[in-house]
């Protein structure tokens, strides 16, 4: 199995930066990719940006791009997401997600349903 543990959330103000962390343990080596999801109240939870461990391809929602930016340190088994001009609508839970399959992984990473591990979440809230 694959624990992960989020950090980095809190509240900033709208036009602000926060770095969020998602620390792997356990099975990492059977990891093939991280995503970012996040859920906002009353939503479904949504793909926010995602990173494979061996090579760093990056995927983004087009509601982040050019805001947010998916890192990984292999070393660390930790990914990170730096989220730059917050809005208030990026207010939510946000939640790292680990896989350990790469069939079909690249023209699915969007989805919840390839993601076989998750983190309990950390919450960001951007106010105006």
């Known amino acids: 199995q694959v624990q992960l543990v989020e950090s980095g959330g809190g509240l900033v103000q709208a036009g602000g930066s926060l770095r969020l962390s998602c620390a792997a343990s356990?099975?990492?080596?059977?990891?093939?990719?991280v995503g970012w999801f996040r859920q906002a109240p009353g939503k479904e939870r949504e793909f926010v940006a995602a990173?494979?461990?061996?090579?760093?391809?990056?995927y983004y929602a087009d509601s982040v791009k050019g805001r947010f930016t998916v890192s990984r340190d292999n070393a660390k088994s930790t990914v990170y997401l730096q989220m730059n001009a917050l809005k208030p609508e990026d207010t939510a839970v946000y939640y790292c997600?680990?896989?350990?399959?790469?069939?079909?992984?690249?023209?699915?990473?969007?989805?919840?349903?390839?993601?076989?591990?998750w983190g309990q979440g950390t919450q960001v809230t951007v106010s105006s």
């Open positions: 997600a680990s896989t350990q399959s790469f069939l079909y992984w690249s023209r699915n990473y969007y989805r919840r349903t390839q993601y076989d591990y």
């Open positions: 356990g099975r990492t080596f059977s990891s093939y990719a």
């Open positions: 990173i494979v461990w061996s090579g760093g391809s990056t």
